[in-house]
């Protein structure tokens, strides 16, 4: 199979995939709790504060993340508005950077067509997918750090020493840009990488001083200006507490976000489906023809290796961690897809039975989802006691429900099915359609399912808060963390910031109403400890409640 098309035309390509499959519903949603308001309120407070330079977070330093996602999201709040749509824009962006970045790699690696089949291959993945359409820092850091390596990689060509110069100072760019996007671990993943890397060449590299120098450079100027301004402007003491986060990350539990050694194995194998099954070929000896094929191939071994196994040692354990590992497994399973396409390489039958058994997985989920929705006393009736109240209460909310999403899950199913039997008959179609047929399911999942969780999960409390918009009172929560009532309420600077806190406000005389939400599973708690608190409204696993301006804690 030849690939005809003008790069121009896959470029073309890629943009309409990303204007039908990314941009539509972009801000039908509300924004979730944590890391999606996390940072849209941080980029909120910037336009509101005007400092650009300090990233905040209630008013107050925020420094566990450095500034570059959070101006992109400015830039985008200040063309949009500050609403959800400007908030997963940048992102948006990313989706289209990082596809055609794929396709440009892949044709300079091994031509057209496996640039567009790893283009595929990521974006019909599911995670991959979800990130593009959230408004998270990862795509873009992620995006960054793998620049960084693949002009590394290409530095390192031993047929192009003509053009070494610019890509040590492309890999250097590319990695101050990540480590101003989400901090210093983007170099320690490089280093790592490198020292194995260094390892399997026996520590035979050919190098310069100069080289080594620049590149360090130019990592410091682009990396390093905004912590240099961090300094210049006394706060020294955001770098210690950003550094201290780091290494709590790695040595602690952060957030109550623990988990199994294997936590992310089982995501990248569930999250990059798929991906992740066909790219378990890849581990072979079969030889490339080129040495730069060779080595960037090698590069993206080690990149998936040590990223799983780095963020299984790290304590905290979150799903976007591994993100990192979906730029490599794409391309082993781009990898596999273009030797298959020639006959070199066969999709084994277990390969098959995994797919068929993870796409029953999410088969099965779809369809009992929605049922579960619409008959929520199955839950309770038919042994899910185990629930806790808040759960328990917010399944109550008023979710409308067509009666039938679950046929998409039907559709998976089947079309996979379909798919997978023309794989083992040996037609090409099969390969395809097991991605297309991946990416409807994915698309159409997010716009019939993820509104609908939101509502169960956040909604109630959003709208409250959104009630309050405009109002000069205090808002709060009580009893669980959230950055919702800071987007959505709209707060502004306090005058004194000291009387502001929720705790000062519940043990003092406040000179304005001060409402507080309140989980119902900590009501009781709250309640009797401060029984000044006037209870508004019960619903959907919260409690909204208010201490009224001049009442006092009894």
């Not at 959800?84 to 892949?106: H, T």
């Not at 990396?223 to 006394?234: E, K, S």
């Not at 040996?426 to 698309?443: I, Q, S, W």
Request: charged fraction near 20%; hydrophobic fraction near 50%; include cysteine.
């Amino acid at each position: 199979m030849r690939v005809k098309n003008k790069p121009v035309l896959v470029y073309l390509g890629i943009l309409a995939f990303s204007l039908v499959f990314l941009l539509p519903f972009l801000g039908a949603v509300h924004l979730f709790d944590w890391d999606e308001i996390n940072f849209a309120e941080s980029a909120r407070e910037m336009i509101v504060t005007g400092d650009y330079v300090t990233v905040q977070i209630d008013y107050e330093p925020f420094w566990e993340k450095p500034p570059l996602f959070f101006w992109l999201q400015v830039l985008s709040m200040k063309f949009f508005g500050i609403n959800e749509f400007a908030a997963r824009f940048p992102n948006f962006l990313c989706g289209i950077a990082s596809l055609a970045v794929l396709f440009y790699l892949g044709k300079r690696l091994y031509g057209d067509r496996f640039g567009i089949l790893w283009a595929l291959s990521y974006g019909a993945a599911i995670l991959p997918f979800f990130y593009f359409k959230s408004g998270i820092i990862d795509p873009w850091f992620n995006l960054f750090i793998f620049m960084g390596i693949a002009w590394f990689v290409f530095y390192l060509d031993p047929d192009r020493n003509q053009k070494r110069v610019r890509n040590i100072i492309l890999s250097a760019f590319f990695f101050g840009l990540a480590v101003l996007t989400k901090g210093p671990v983007a170099i320690l993943v490089f280093l790592i990488c490198f020292l194995v890397f260094l390892i399997f060449r026996r520590f035979r590299l050919s190098t310069t001083a100069g080289h080594v120098g620049l590149f360090i450079l130019v990592l410091t100027l682009t990396g390093g200006t905004w912590f240099l301004l961090q300094v210049i402007n006394g706060n020294s003491h955001i770098l210690r507490d950003f550094i201290d986060y780091q290494i709590r990350l790695f040595s602690t539990y952060d957030a109550g976000h623990s988990g199994f050694f294997a936590y992310h194995l089982v995501v990248v194998l569930l999250g990059v489906f798929p991906a992740s099954v066909i790219a378990m070929k890849s581990f072979t000896k079969k030889s490339e023809s080129r040495e730069l094929q060779r080595i960037f191939r090698q590069w993206m071994s080690i990149m998936f290796w040590v990223v799983l196994i780095l963020f299984s040692i790290v304590k905290t354990k979150i799903l976007h961690y591994s993100s990192l590992t979906y730029f490599p497994l794409t391309f082993l399973s781009a990898w596999v897809w273009d030797k298959w396409l020639d006959r070199k390489l066969e999709v084994g039958t277990w390969q098959v039975i995994l797919l068929w058994l993870i796409a029953l997985l999410y088969g099965a989920a779809a369809i009992a989802l929605p049922l579960a929705a619409t008959h929520p006393g199955w839950l309770t009736e038919r042994g899910f006691g185990f629930l806790d109240e808040f759960t328990r209460s917010a399944l109550q909310a008023e979710v409308h429900w067509s009666g039938y999403e679950w046929l998409i899950g039907i559709f998976l199913l089947a079309g996979i099915t379909f798919s997978l039997i023309q794989i083992l008959r040996r037609n090409p179609v099969g390969m395809l359609l097991l991605h297309v047929v991946t990416l409807l399911f994915v698309a159409t999942s997010m716009y019939l399912f993820t509104g609908r969780i939101e509502g169960y999960t956040q909604r109630t409390a959003v709208k409250f808060f959104k009630e309050l918009r405009g109002r000069d009172v205090y808002v709060n929560t009580l009893g669980y963390k959230s950055y919702a009532h800071l987007f959505y309420f709209g707060k502004q600077p306090p005058e004194d910031p000291e009387k502001d806190r929720a705790e000062w406000l519940l043990n003092h005389v406040p000179d304005k109403d001060a409402y507080f939400v309140i989980r119902v599973d900590k009501k009781e708690q709250y309640l009797e400890r401060y029984p000044e608190l006037e209870v508004l409204r019960e619903k959907n696993g919260f409690v909204f409640t208010v201490k009224r301006a001049g009442r006092d804690h009894d």
